[in-house]
């Protein structure tokens, strides 16, 4: 399989992941220390000020200064809608609570859906929309798409 995670070489330089997003932030440390405490990401490698690579889970992101070459900075608490990163947590409301409490910009408080997942949503310092979701029940698609929702894996 072109994307089978087991047949990537390691890579001490890259997370060991197969879908890494690249994420823009006027300011890299801030935004590195900002996740880390709101999200509760780990970093896993600094490269000066202007890049960094951070871990949840088996999952990873970049953080970085600029995408596309220096022309292209981020703005200060720009609105990056043509996006949103989705994790996977096991419990959504203390992960809501913690975010909640330490001033992040809640975006829609935890819903439960039909889909099983409970989830909310937040904008980060840097403009970007991230939902946490957390399984409630192994739903079938089957029993809530009426019709439009076909699984195909």
Known sequence: MFY??????????????TVIPVLPYPDVRRAVA????????KERLQIADHRAQLVVGDGAIIVAEYIGGRDHLP?????????????????????Y?????????????????VYGERQYEVKDIGGHRWSF???L?????????????????
């Open 4 to 17: 089978a995670r087991d047949q990537l070489p390691p890579n001490r330089s890259i997370p060991a992941t």
């Open 75 to 95: 703005a200060e608490g720009a609105d990056h809608f043509s996006h949103l990163v989705m994790v996977r947590i096991p419990d959504v409301n203390a992960h």
């Open 133 to 135: 979701s957390q399984t």
């Open 97 to 113: 609570e913690q975010c909640r409490t330490r001033g992040a910009e809640i975006l829609q408080p935890p819903v439960d859906h």
């Open 34 to 41: 900002w996740l880390g405490e709101m999200f509760g990401f």
């Open 137 to 153: 029940s192994a739903s079938d698609p089957g029993e809530w798409g009426e019709g439009d929702v076909v699984l195909k894996m």
